[in-house]
């Protein structure tokens, strides 16, 4: 079974930055591709960014791309996500996902992974 466990949330200003971590097993760092996703309040799930299982190919919405990066760290068998010149509506719930082993899709549809962890929460003020 697949165990993710995120961290990182919280409040911050616009313009700000965070760091999501999502830490998993060896086994499935090693295999596994990682996205993360994000939902707000009545709305649906949403892809923000993913990275292949091998780290070579990252991916990412079109309203993150230049403020976010998606990373591995193969130390600590970890994805993180940074985050830079926050919006007020990156506020969400934000994700971190797995499929594998070798995954190969599109990274963009939720349904496309299989194991989540609990989410945290990102909050981000005018």
């Known amino acids: 079974q697949v165990q993710l466990v995120e961290s990182g949330g919280g409040l911050v200003q616009a313009g700000g930055s965070l760091r999501l971590s999502c830490a998993t097993s060896?086994?499935?760092?090693?295999?596994?591709?990682m996205g993360w996703f994000r939902q707000a309040p009545g709305k649906e799930r949403e892809f923000v960014a993913g990275?292949?299982?091998?780290?070579?190919?990252?991916f990412y919405a079109n309203s993150v791309k230049g403020r976010f990066t998606i990373s591995r760290d193969s130390t600590k068998n970890t994805v993180h996500l940074q985050m830079n010149i926050l919006k007020p509506e990156d506020t969400a719930v934000y994700y971190c996902?797995?499929?594998?082993?070798?995954?190969?899709?599109?990274?963009?549809?939720?349904?496309?992974?299989?194991?989540w962890g609990q989410g945290t929460q990102v909050t981000v003020s005018a």
């Open positions: 996902a797995a499929e594998g082993p070798y995954y190969s899709g599109t990274y963009y549809h939720p349904q496309e992974f299989g194991s």
């Open positions: 060896r086994r499935t760092f090693s295999s596994y591709a």
């Open positions: 990275i292949s299982w091998s780290g070579t190919r990252t």
